[in-house]
């Protein structure tokens, strides 16, 4: 773990047209806290769903993608200003009629390689999903961390969707058997260094969750942190692809592989996910948003931006008074928003750069 808080990764300018409510937003942020208050629909979520773009390609809110451009727009843009350790970058993320167009500097780039030059997590409403959602969030988030620590492991992850894909249209229209042996060997050999970089990715993730965890929900015991590969990774996955092939083609499509893996958490006071009220939920999914942000400052040597939307929304003052001190010991720039600024934060960060929102329009009030 680490010992002495590494600087943070600060987003100092952000521009933001034809998002949501957003038609154009232009304003500096400050290297700490930045806290944007505004009643309900003002746009403030939108600001957070924008600082994610740049780092995710997509939103935070499940299924946004079409609900992203402001009504009428065919489109939007994103632009930041980022401060790194080594010096500052532009950065951008437009939908335009020609899709995604994601640019660094003022040149155009693969979307991955603006993704790995802007690192943003974010917990939000929605958050819970994460631990009691489907697994796709947890694979999502999983391989997020993954991609910035191993930069094989786009091709590696592309490699296996693209066998994945291969041998599903097969199973589906297969006339031939004996046709699946060299599918079942090729994904089997995809798989292996996919499911070899999450399991290690996690390894090294699992004691900063534990002491999140510990920390925050403490009146649940001792966690338990599993892993799941989506195949059993003692024996061959070729083998069980053989094994399993009648089902397979019954169902048209694989059903083992690192396209199935997921994660689990429990307590001795709560064994399963389902057995956690929604306030403890996100708090577990909070204790996973930082872990991955502490790794990923241990790793990169700087922090990454941590947004925090509607906080006050199911978590009581003193879990929210005990999440803040965990992020205010960090050393992340942090992007917050409330309908009204948290009393939590009391105390706690003292002097935040301090934003109101309206009806799409950002201004700095101190
Ligand atoms: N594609 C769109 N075009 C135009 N307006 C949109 C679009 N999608 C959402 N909106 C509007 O944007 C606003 C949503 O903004 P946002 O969720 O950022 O608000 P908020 O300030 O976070 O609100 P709350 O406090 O309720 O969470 C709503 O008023 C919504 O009607």
Not at 64 to 76: I, K, M, N, P, Q
Not at 174 to 186: G, I, M, N, Q, Y
Not at 316 to 342: I, N
Request: with cysteine.
């Amino acid at each position: 773990m680490q010992k002495r808080a590494p600087p943070g990764m600060n987003l100092r300018e952000l521009r933001i047209e034809n998002l949501r409510v957003l038609a154009r937003a232009e304003f500096a942020l400050a290297p700490g806290w930045n806290v944007f208050t505004g009643p309900n629909g003002a746009g403030k979520t939108s600001l957070l769903e924008a600082a994610y773009l740049l780092s995710h390609g997509r939103s935070f809110r499940t299924a946004a993608r079409e609900a992203l451009a402001r009504d009428g727009s065919g489109g939007y843009a994103v632009f930041g200003e980022v401060e790194f350790a080594g010096g500052r970058s532009r950065v951008g993320l437009a939908r335009t009629a020609r899709g995604l167009v994601a640019k660094v500097d003022g040149a155009d780039v693969a979307i991955a390689d603006l993704l790995r030059r802007t690192a943003v997590l974010c917990f939000e409403p929605g958050s819970h999903e994460l631990i009691a959602g489907a697994s796709d969030e947890r694979r999502r988030y999983l391989d997020w961390g993954v991609f910035h620590v191993e930069h094989a492991f786009l091709s590696v992850w592309r490699r296996y969707q693209r066998v994945l894909k291969q041998r599903n249209a097969l199973l589906r229209r297969l006339v031939d058997r004996s046709e699946l042996a060299p599918w079942d060997h090729e994904l089997a050999r995809a798989a292996e260094p996919l499911a070899a970089m999450r399991r290690a990715y996690f390894d090294t993730l699992v004691p900063y969750v534990r002491g999140l965890l510990v920390e925050l929900l403490p009146e649940l015991g001792e966690p338990t942190i599993e892993f799941e590969p989506g195949f059993d990774d003692s024996a061959s996955l070729e083998r069980t692809l053989a094994d399993r092939m009648e089902r397979d083609l019954a169902r048209g499509h694989t059903s083992r592989g690192p396209h199935r893996a997921d994660w689990s958490v429990g307590f001795e006071a709560a064994r399963r996910r389902d057995h956690l009220s929604r306030g403890q939920q996100k708090l577990g999914a909070f204790a996973f948003v930082l872990a991955q942000a502490r790794l990923f400052a241990a790793q990169e040597g700087e922090w990454p931006i941590i947004c925090l939307d509607d906080l006050a929304s199911e978590v009581d003052v003193e879990h929210q008074r005990r999440l803040l001190r965990s992020v205010a010991r960090s050393g992340a720039q942090v992007l917050l928003t409330g309908t009204e600024e948290p009393s939590a934060l009391e105390g706690i960060v003292p002097d935040p750069a301090r934003f109101h929102v309206e009806q799409g329009r950002v201004e700095r009030l101190s």
